[in-house]
């Protein structure tokens, strides 16, 4: 149990071209997701913070007007950069989470987003 | 802010040799530890975790224990195999006490295990 997917696992796109991931929990509602994103041969950052039915709570120098996230519903949150740049190429890994304090988190595969 | 600290990589070792990873943290309050394991093309997955001052975290023959004293959560096994060749991250939870937190990592210990 308490899988998590990512939906495209890879995009390539044009510079100033809008870009939507998708990371939905397939076995369990998640109240509470997270975005992460990971640099090459770096840490995972956390970018956001995303409840379902309310606005996400984003880390201190992320772009909350560039990295749109939507949680719809319990199982669905979607990242959306907007107007990418090449410097927005990375790897952005999705968590949801479990448990009283959601501190057991399960992640995604990650998405590869290159910004041409 | 908080913070976590492991050992560089790439740590090479042979198949049943001991394994240990070093893992200190900075973070206010009582933080809940982690280590989270990423095999190559896989997501992270937990590999234990432990949530209070002297608890163990074992799983699948590695084990760590809550140091609160050196705040420490070093990673070790006692016969490591090559199948254990992955990325390995400690992580935390600021014990604020109030709602869901993410996760802060350590910049990942790639091991390598050779036959």
């Known amino acids: 149990g308490a899988v998590v997917s990512q939906h495209p696992s890879w995009v390539i796109c044009k510079s100033g071209t809008s870009v939507k991931i998708e990371c939905r929990s397939l076995?369990?509602?998640?109240?509470?997701m997270f975005w992460y994103r990971q640099f090459p041969k770096q840490s995972l950052m956390l970018m956001a913070t995303?409840?379902?039915?309310?606005?996400?709570?984003?880390e201190q120098g992320v772009e909350k007007d560039k990295f749109l996230i939507n949680h719809a519903s319990l199982t669905l949150s979607t990242l959306t950069v907007t107007s990418a740049h090449p410097e927005d190429s990375s790897f952005y890994i999705c968590?949801?989470?479990?448990?009283?304090?959601?501190?057991?988190?399960?992640f995604g595969p990650g998405t590869r987003l290159t910004v041409l | 802010g908080d913070s976590v600290t492991q050992m560089e990589g790439p740590v090479t070792l042979s198949e049943e040799a001991f394994l240990t990873i070093n893992c200190t943290y900075t973070?206010?309050?009582?933080?809940?530890l982690f280590w989270y394991v990423q095999y190559p093309g896989e997501g992270l997955q937990l590999l234990l975790k432990?949530?209070?001052?002297?608890d163990k975290g074992s799983n699948k023959g590695f084990e760590a224990t809550y140091r609160k004293e050196t705040t420490s959560f070093h990673l070790e096994k006692g016969s490591v195999q090559v199948s254990d060749s992955a990325v390995y991250f400690c992580?935390?939870?600021?014990?604020?006490?109030?709602?869901?937190?993410?996760?802060?990592f350590g910049k990942g210990t790639h091991l390598i295990i050779q036959p």
């Open positions: 968590s949801a989470g479990r448990g009283r304090r959601q501190d057991t988190q399960y």
């Open positions: 076995d369990f509602q998640a109240t509470t």
């Open positions: 995303s409840n379902e039915g309310s606005k996400a709570t984003y």
């Open positions: 973070a206010t309050g009582y933080p809940s």
């Open positions: 432990a949530t209070k001052a002297d």
């Open positions: 992580a935390l939870i600021a014990g604020s006490g109030g709602g869901a937190d993410g996760l802060t």
